[in-house]
């Protein structure tokens, strides 16, 4: 080695390769037995590698066992040419038997060493067996017979004990095929249903990534419509003051919209930044942080109430579980969004909270002109049913008889508790509360 190829090898060594895990020998004899003969990898080839042994195999009992029986020329001809068949004994696995037979029968008829040909005849026969139906393989086996039986008569009519022999070998066969045949069906069923549910998990995971989704655009439409549209409603306030009368400026009115508008954003920061801490991973638990409930209505009508509302609040109801409690915020959110940006300047809006027959009744209802004719519908009304359908409730919403807009929906509570179970704490007392609060 000259000194530049000493140099290379020392500053670039070889990686050592490690050889890949090769199978052991119970394995792969489990894989050939669990795998379909009709869809096997060179089969032809490796069946004719058994034939030619089994070939030999019955040259070795011909020429070392019963020598009064070895076969004359005739019969080396036949006992060697019915072998050749089998190396295509998956691809035609009926057609190779009858070959086989056809060249066995005579060797048996002409009463050469009766041993030889069984490995190849039985292989043939183990064949049919296990990639038929059970009705052929009925039908063959009881051909089998009935040829033995004959050949048995002609050739040694005294032989009982060998016909019992013989039979019983044809039947054993028979039964290893058709048990071999369930049991690789079996395993093809058992990796069916593996497949199915693994399926069945990507389907679910995609189905939840879906729902999240449409759960987070959903918070994100109701936040960002509610602070939008009342943010745009208290800068309104504020141009109509500072464009009135200039002259006369209304320093206290246009500080109060301002402060109104930095109340408003710093409230839609904290819940937006409480939506999208789901896209985030801080190895919480739950990063969805608490879930918006009943109790913070009062604030959508105290929001409401700074955009120039006149809202009147009744509140009829008892605890109310979390689910319920925040599909309700949401609904009354975004109806009072609907109200401010829709029903005309000051409208009366009404909020109608009870609890009857074992469900949340909701009405939100205002006296304004409502959306206008022909305008973009936007995901408002959708989302709201959303929220209804995901606690099993419904929700109706549309224009009045007598004018304005009404939002009614009905949403089921928990179910009570179980009889036998232990008893529950005694309800806190429901609330009642009728507020009427105006522009001020």
């Known amino acids: 080695m000259n000194p530049v190829q000493a140099t290379t090898t020392a500053d670039h060594p070889t990686p050592p390769t490690t050889p890949p895990e090769r199978p052991?020998?119970?394995?792969?004899?489990?894989?050939?037995i669990n795998r379909d003969p009709l869809t096997a990898p060179h089969a032809v080839r490796n069946d004719a590698v058994l034939a030619a042994f089994l070939a030999?195999?019955?040259v070795a009992v011909?020429?070392?066992?019963?020598?009064?029986?070895?076969?004359?020329?005739?019969?080396?001809a036949l006992l060697l040419t019915g072998h050749v068949p089998l190396a295509w004994r998956r691809r035609r696995p009926l057609t190779v038997l009858l070959l086989v037979l056809a060249c066995i029968a005579p060797y048996h008829a002409l009463d050469?060493?009766?041993a030889a040909p069984v490995a190849g005849s039985m292989l043939a026969l183990y064949t049919v067996a296990a990639t038929g139906t059970p009705r052929r393989t009925l039908i063959v086996g009881s051909c089998i017979i009935g040829v033995t039986l004959t050949m048995n008569a002609l050739t040694n009519p005294d032989g009982f004990v060998e016909l019992v022999r013989i039979t019983g070998w044809v039947i054993a066969v028979l039964?290893?095929?058709?048990?071999?045949?369930?049991?690789?069906?079996y395993v093809a069923a058992i990796v069916e249903r593996a497949e199915r549910a693994e399926r069945t998990r990507e389907e679910e995971a995609r189905r939840r990534v879906a729902e999240e989704r449409l759960r987070i655009a959903r918070d994100l439409h109701d936040l960002l419509a509610h602070s939008i549209t009342l943010i745009g409603v208290q800068t309104s306030v504020a141009a109509h003051v500072l464009a009135a009368d200039p002259e006369r400026l209304d320093r206290e009115t246009v500080a109060k919209a301002l402060d109104d508008i930095a109340e408003t954003c710093r409230t839609a920061r904290g819940e937006l930044r409480?939506?999208?801490e789901v896209l985030r991973d801080h190895g919480s638990g739950d990063a969805r942080g608490p879930l918006p409930g009943l109790d913070g209505v009062p604030d959508l009508v105290e929001a409401a109430r700074l955009a120039g509302a006149r809202v009147e609040r009744t509140v009829r109801h008892g605890p109310v579980p979390p689910a319920v409690g925040a599909a309700a915020y949401r609904i009354v959110q975004e109806a009072l969004t609907n109200a401010v940006r829709h029903a005309g300047p000051e409208p009366s809006v009404r909020i109608d909270l009870r609890e009857e027959d074992g469900a949340l009744h909701l009405s939100v209802t205002d006296d304004g002109t409502g959306p206008a004719p022909g305008g973009n519908p936007g995901f408002g009304l959708v989302g709201m049913r959303e929220r209804a359908r995901s606690v099993g409730g419904t929700l109706d919403a549309g224009a009045r008889a007598g004018g304005g807009f009404q939002v009614t929906a009905t949403l089921p509570l928990a179910p009570p508790a179980a009889p036998h179970s232990a008893p529950a704490p005694a309800?806190?007392?429901?609330e009642s509360v009728t507020t009427a609060e105006g522009s001020g």
């Open 112 to 114: 050469h060493n009766h």
């Open 175 to 185: 039964f290893l095929g058709v048990d071999v045949r369930f049991y690789r069906q």
């Open 427 to 430: 309800p806190a007392p429901a």
């Open 24 to 32: 052991g020998t119970g394995e792969r004899i489990m894989a050939a």
């Open 274 to 276: 409480t939506t999208l």
């Open 56 to 58: 030999a195999v019955a």
């Open 62 to 76: 011909a020429l070392l066992v019963d020598h009064g029986r070895r076969p004359d020329a005739l019969g080396w």
